[in-house]
């Protein structure tokens, strides 16, 4: 679905967003990037992104650094460095991010990290940092940054210009709940506060609507493109504890293929033009095309009641959520299994999720689509790539496809599972003891669900009794098929005979998706 990955890339704008402080004034803007991957060596390459940030006194602004090495080893180290010396003009830095270690002696930034899995999305793990301001760091106060990154592969470097400006802070309400059914319009209001001590002349204001959601009017100081947020500028001046509301909604289409019971996030979110500029303008991430209206002019109608930056961006963004109403539903059931075993064995089990229909079900939605715990005495080995394990009840994404854990949540294989379709996983588990049943849960969760009964399945392991199934398991790591189930299949197999032109026949309305 092109509108589907097209909207990932908001996902880093929405990223940059929470990570916005500061701003600068329009003859400060942006500033200059430096090349952000050194020259090649003859081993590889490295690509290092950090866009400039600016920072109001007495407060703090957020940035990252996302690394890539060409032809680097999984498990190698990299590592990055930093010279603090000229901060102290500004502040203090600190870091943090899954998979770094960092220290900060002589004021000098040293951080470590290694290179992960190829199938993880963070096999560069990035390095986040916050910057604070003192209360006395002087207006316009440049400091540059210099990330230099080294490892075996090749080395890098990357400047990034830290600002410092006078702030501001936008206000509006925390969250929006609305409903609507597929197929109908939805109407989204905002309003925007400016709790700063000055007037601020003009602001930026973006929705990051679901895909399921489409701009239906055509505001000509609003652009839009299909998979890209909506960008509305204002040139109004906001008094100071003056709130204004949008003079119309902003009207989306609900896709009538949505589904009942689903709960759509979208975040409509307030930027002075100085924060803005720089998220539009930053090189690594640059903004799609899109194209401007031609229709009536959104404007912002006060309510009753020098260069800038909002540094409490926290309190700008409305999460409106959208639930959707009707009868488009869908059931979704948890699949188990069972294995007769004896200790030392090693089985291969296989669990899923199953779409019952009647309605298509959206599976990146769902993080994780199937949780699956494993009972005492028995030890995950091996399991496939897209499980992660789950700690204290969250889901652990650093650990993509590690054995041992006692809980995996398991993410969509696709991004759709159609009625009757069957995303199944495999794991292969070693008995460490067994005396008697023993059972772990297979579950799901889907909004909207209409028979919550089937979310839960068992995967049963029974102690192997004489002439049954049990011991070495057979070549593929599962366990052979003996007595009264081989005697079962052997019926079975004339019936299947049978139905086998039939099964062809519905083949392609009920699939089987199998993550091996």
Same mark, same amino acid.
């Given at each position: 679905?092109?509108?589907?990955?097209?909207?990932? /890339?908001?996902?880093?704008?929405?990223?940059?967003?929470?990570? =916005?402080?500061?701003?600068?004034?329009?003859?400060?803007?942006?500033?200059?990037?430096?090349?952000?991957?050194?020259?090649?060596?003859?081993?590889?390459?490295?690509?290092?992104?950090?866009?400039?940030?600016?920072?109001?006194?007495?407060?703090?602004?957020?940035?990252? =650094?996302?690394?890539?090495?060409?032809?680097?080893?999984?498990?190698?180290?990299?590592?990055? &460095?930093?010279?603090?010396? !000229?901060?102290?003009?500004?502040?203090?830095?600190?870091?943090? $991010?899954?998979?770094?270690?960092?220290?900060?002696?002589?004021?000098?930034?040293?951080?470590?990290?290694?290179?992960?899995?190829?199938?993880?999305?963070?096999?560069?793990?990035?390095?986040?940092?916050?910057?604070?301001?003192?209360?006395?760091?002087?207006?316009?106060?440049?400091?540059?940054?210099?990330?230099?990154?080294?490892?075996?592969?090749?080395?890098?470097?990357?400047?990034?210009?830290?600002?410092?400006? !006078? &702030?501001?802070?936008?206000?509006?309400?925390?969250?929006?709940?609305?409903?609507?059914?597929?197929?109908?319009?939805?109407?989204?209001?905002?309003?925007?506060?400016?709790?700063?001590?000055?007037?601020?002349?003009?602001?930026?204001?973006?929705?990051?609507?679901?895909?399921?959601?489409?701009?239906?009017?055509?505001?000509?100081?609003?652009?839009?493109?299909? &998979?890209?947020?909506?960008?509305?500028?204002?040139?109004?001046?906001?008094?100071?504890?003056?709130?204004?509301?949008?003079?119309?909604?902003?009207?989306?289409?609900?896709?009538?293929?949505?589904?009942?019971?689903? =709960?759509?996030?979208?975040?409509?979110?307030?930027?002075?033009?100085?924060? /803005?500029?720089?998220?539009?303008?930053?090189?690594?991430?640059?903004?799609?095309?899109?194209?401007?209206?031609?229709?009536?002019?959104?404007?912002?109608?006060?309510?009753?009641?020098?260069?800038?930056?909002?540094?409490?961006?926290?309190?700008?963004?409305?999460?409106?959520?959208?639930?959707?109403?009707?009868?488009?539903?869908?059931? %979704?059931? %948890?699949?188990?299994?069972?294995?007769?075993?004896?200790?030392?064995?090693?089985?291969?089990?296989?669990?899923?999720?199953?779409?019952?229909?009647?309605?298509?079900?959206?599976?990146?939605?769902?993080?994780?689509?199937?949780?699956?715990?494993?009972?005492?005495?028995?030890?995950?080995?091996?399991?496939? /790539?897209?499980?992660?394990?789950?700690?204290?009840?969250?889901?652990?994404?650093?650990?993509? $496809?590690?054995?041992?854990?006692?809980?995996?949540?398991?993410? $969509?294989?696709?991004?759709?599972?159609?009625?009757?379709?069957?995303?199944?996983?495999?794991?292969?588990?070693?008995?460490?003891?067994?005396?008697?049943?023993?059972?772990?849960?297979?579950?799901?969760?889907?909004?909207?669900?209409?028979?919550?009964?089937?979310?839960?399945?068992?995967?049963?392991?029974?102690?192997?009794?004489?002439?049954?199934?049990? $011991?070495?398991?057979?070549?593929?790591?599962?366990?052979?098929?003996?007595?009264? %189930?081989? %005697?079962?299949?052997?019926?079975?197999?004339?019936?299947?005979?049978?139905?086998?032109?039939?099964?062809?026949?519905?083949?392609?309305?009920?699939?089987?998706?199998? =993550?091996?």
């Amino acid at each position: 679905m092109l509108r589907h990955h097209l909207r990932r /890339w908001f996902a880093t704008l929405v990223a940059v967003g929470v990570f =916005v402080g500061t701003a600068a004034t329009p003859a400060l803007a942006v500033g200059t990037f430096v090349s952000a991957a050194a020259a090649p060596t003859a081993a590889g390459a490295v690509k290092i992104e950090s866009r400039n940030l600016l920072v109001a006194p007495g407060h703090g602004t957020s940035g990252q =650094v996302r690394i890539d090495i060409t032809h680097l080893a999984e498990g190698e180290p990299f590592h990055l &460095g930093l010279d603090l010396s !000229e901060l102290d003009k500004v502040g203090r830095l600190t870091t943090s $991010g899954d998979g770094w270690s960092c220290a900060q002696p002589d004021r000098h930034l040293r951080c470590t990290a290694k290179k992960g899995k190829a199938a993880m999305s963070n096999e560069f793990p990035t390095l986040f940092f916050q910057i604070d301001a003192r209360s006395d760091a002087p207006l316009d106060t440049r400091v540059e940054l210099r990330f230099d990154v080294t490892s075996s592969a090749a080395s890098g470097t990357r400047t990034t210009t830290v600002t410092v400006v !006078e &702030g501001v802070d936008l206000q509006t309400a925390p969250k929006a709940e609305l409903s609507v059914e597929p197929g109908d319009l939805l109407d989204v209001t905002g309003t925007v506060r400016n709790a700063g001590p000055g007037p601020e002349r003009g602001v930026v204001l973006t929705m990051d609507p679901d895909w399921l959601l489409t701009y239906r009017d055509n505001f000509r100081n609003c652009r839009w493109r299909e &998979g890209t947020p909506l960008v509305c500028r204002f040139d109004t001046e906001l008094e100071p504890g003056v709130t204004y509301r949008l003079s119309d909604p902003l009207p989306f289409r609900v896709n009538r293929i949505a589904r009942s019971g689903l =709960v759509l996030t979208n975040r409509l979110q307030w930027w002075t033009t100085d924060d /803005w500029a720089l998220v539009e303008n930053d090189p690594t991430a640059p903004k799609p095309p899109d194209t401007p209206g031609n229709g009536i002019e959104l404007r912002l109608v006060a309510q009753p009641s020098a260069a800038r930056t909002d540094p409490a961006v926290r309190n700008s963004w409305t999460d409106v959520r959208v639930t959707i109403t009707g009868d488009r539903t869908a059931d %979704a059931a %948890a699949v188990g299994d069972e294995a007769r075993v004896r200790v030392g064995d090693r089985v291969k089990m296989t669990i899923g999720f199953r779409n019952l229909g009647p309605t298509t079900v959206e599976t990146w939605r769902e993080q994780p689509l199937v949780q699956v715990d494993i009972p005492d005495g028995l030890t995950v080995v091996d399991i496939v /790539w897209n499980c992660y394990p789950v700690t204290d009840g969250k889901w652990n994404g650093g650990d993509i $496809g590690e054995p041992g854990a006692p809980s995996y949540g398991c993410g $969509g294989p696709g991004d759709f599972a159609d009625a009757g379709e069957t995303f199944s996983y495999a794991l292969t588990l070693r008995v460490d003891r067994l005396t008697r049943r023993t059972a772990g849960a297979v579950t799901t969760t889907l909004d909207g669900d209409t028979d919550h009964r089937n979310d839960r399945a068992e995967i049963v392991f029974l102690p192997a009794a004489d002439g049954s199934a049990g $011991g070495e398991p057979d070549g593929d790591g599962s366990l052979p098929i003996t007595g009264g %189930a081989a %005697a079962s299949l052997a019926a079975l197999g004339g019936g299947l005979l049978v139905a086998g032109l039939g099964g062809y026949l519905v083949a392609r309305r009920h699939r089987t998706r199998f =993550v091996a």
